[in-house]
């Protein structure tokens, strides 16, 4: 194993990684929780 199996290695969990925050936030399931932290700024106090 080189350097460049390495990195290979590497790039494929980087985007491994990048794809799963991508399902993460885009998830059905998040929704409500993100549409409540956008209407913070907006909430008086």
């Known amino acids: ?3 460049n199996d390495l990195r290979s290695a ?3 969990v980087s985007f ?3 794809m799963g925050i991508l399902v993460w ?3 059905k399931r998040n929704k409500a ?3 409540e932290a956008a ?3 907006f909430n008086e106090d």
């Open 1 to 3: 194993m080189d350097i």
């Open 10 to 12: 590497f790039t494929l």
């Open 16 to 18: 491994l990684i990048f």
């Open 25 to 27: 936030a885009w998830s």
């Open 33 to 35: 929780n993100f549409d």
């Open 39 to 41: 209407r913070l700024p």
